[in-house]
């Protein structure tokens, strides 16, 4: 059964990142982005992040780089903490 990847996508400040998960399970992969979207605090937070869903036979970030180049230009977030602070840091930038 091949994996699923969901990658959440955030470009701010020229700054292009990914947060990556994968799993066989597609109703772990639905919990993942509900969790995520409860990790976002505002509505301006959920509307700088694009979902991806992409499949291939392998778990990695680099599966899915292989599958499809445009994903190279991603830098891998380690953890939805990280994602949050990037997103803040972001749009209090935007508001000076």
Do not use: W
Request: charged letters at 20%; one cysteine or more.
């Amino acid at each position: 059964m091949p994996y699923i990847h969901l990658i959440a996508l955030n470009r701010t400040n020229g700054c292009a990142t990914a947060y990556h998960f994968s799993s066989e399970d597609r109703s772990a992969v639905i919990s993942m982005k509900q969790e995520i979207l409860s990790v976002l605090s505002t509505e301006s937070d959920k509307s700088s992040v694009s979902f991806q869903i992409v499949p291939t036979d392998d778990p990695s970030y680099e599966s899915v780089v292989s599958y499809n180049p445009y994903f190279e230009q991603f830098s891998l977030i380690a953890d939805l903490q990280t994602l949050q602070e990037s997103l803040d840091k972001f749009h209090r930038t935007e508001s000076l």
